[in-house]
T-cell receptor
Framework: GESVGLHLPTLSVQEGDNSIINCAYSNSASDYFIWYKQESGKGPQFIIDIRSNMDKRQGQRVTVLLNKTVKHLSLQIAATQPGDSAVYFCAEKVTSNTGKLIFGQGTTLQVKP | ETGVTQTPRHLVMGMTNKKSLKCEQHLGHNAMYWYKQSAKKPLELMFVYSLEERVENNSVPSRFSPECPNSSHLFLHLHTLQPEDSALYLC???????????FGPGTRLTVL
C-alpha cells in the first residue's frame, strides 16, 4: 500500500547548524509533495512544496530536494534556530480530485542552544 | 479572522454525551477535511468534502458524523464515543484537487 515515512523520529541539532530531515515515499505516481511544521499545541503549518517535475525548490532558509529515482524527499533548514523546534511531516499527494494527502509519521527537531 | 479556525480548542466528554466540533475556513477554499491525530501515529484522514459533497469516508465509525452546510463550515458530530477516540482532531481546507491543505489549530478531545 501507499506509505510515506521519515527516516528518524528525532533529530537533535545545535543552534546555527544546518538541519536535514529525510522522507521516503512509496508511490512513484505521486506528483506533489509538501513539508509541514507542527509546533506544540498547534496545527500543521505549510512550509514548502515541490512538484514531481522539479528536483529542488528553495524558500526562506528552507530547501526541499526530491529524488524520484530513489523516491526520497528531504527538507534542509539553514542556520537552525530555537523557533525551528517542532515536528516536521512530509506529505504525498495521491492523484485524484479529492486532493488526498498521505502523511508520514513525523520527525521531531530539537534545537540545542 | 484569517485562515482556518476550530472550536472548541479543548473538549472533555463522557461516553454517553453528544457534542460537535466546528471548523470555519476564511481562505475561499472549496474542499474541507477532518483528520485524527493520535500520539505516535501519522495523521489519519477521516472525511473529505469537495464542493460541499462528501467524497471520502475513510472507514470511520458511525459515532462520528460530519456535516458541511456550506464551503466555509464543517462540523463533526460526536456521540457515544470511546476512550480510544481521545485525540487531536484537525480540520483543513484546500482548493479542490490541489494538494496544499491549510490546517486549523485542532480540538483536543478527551473521552472519559
Amino acid at each position: 500500500g501507499e506509505s510515506v515515512g521519515l527516516h528518524l523520529p528525532t533529530l537533535s541539532v545545535q543552534e546555527g547548524d544546518n538541519s536535514i530531515i529525510n522522507c521516503a515515499y512509496s508511490n512513484s505516481a505521486s506528483d506533489y509533495f509538501i513539508w509541514y511544521k507542527q509546533e506544540s499545541g498547534k496545527g500543521p503549518q505549510f512550509i514548502i512544496d515541490i512538484r514531481s517535475n522539479m528536483d529542488k525548490r528553495q524558500g526562506q532558509r528552507v530547501t526541499v530536494l526530491l529524488n524520484k529515482t530513489v523516491k526520497h524527499l528531504s527538507l534542509q533548514i539553514a542556520a537552525t534556530q530555537p523557533g525551528d523546534s517542532a515536528v516536521y511531516f512530509c506529505a504525498e499527494k495521491v492523484t485524484s480530485n479529492t486532493g488526498k494527502l498521505i502523511f508520514g509519521q513525523g520527525t521531531t527537531l530539537q534545537v540545542k542552544p | 479572522e484569517t485562515g482556518v479556525t476550530q472550536t472548541p480548542r479543548h473538549l472533555v466528554m463522557g461516553m454517553t454525551n453528544k457534542k460537535s466540533l466546528k471548523c470555519e475556513q476564511h481562505l475561499g477554499h472549496n474542499a474541507m477535511y477532518w483528520y485524527k491525530q493520535s500520539a505516535k501515529k501519522p495523521l489519519e484522514l477521516m472525511f473529505v468534502y469537495s464542493l460541499e459533497e462528501r467524497v471520502e469516508n475513510n472507514s470511520v465509525p458511525s459515532r462520528f458524523s460530519p456535516e458541511c452546510p456550506n464551503s466555509s463550515h464543517l462540523f463533526l458530530h460526536l456521540h457515544t464515543l470511546q476512550p480510544e477516540d481521545s485525540a487531536l482532531y484537525l480540520c483543513a481546507s484546500s482548493q479542490r484537487g490541489f494538494g496544499t491543505q491549510y490546517f486549523g489549530p485542532g480540538t483536543r478531545l478527551t473521552v472519559l
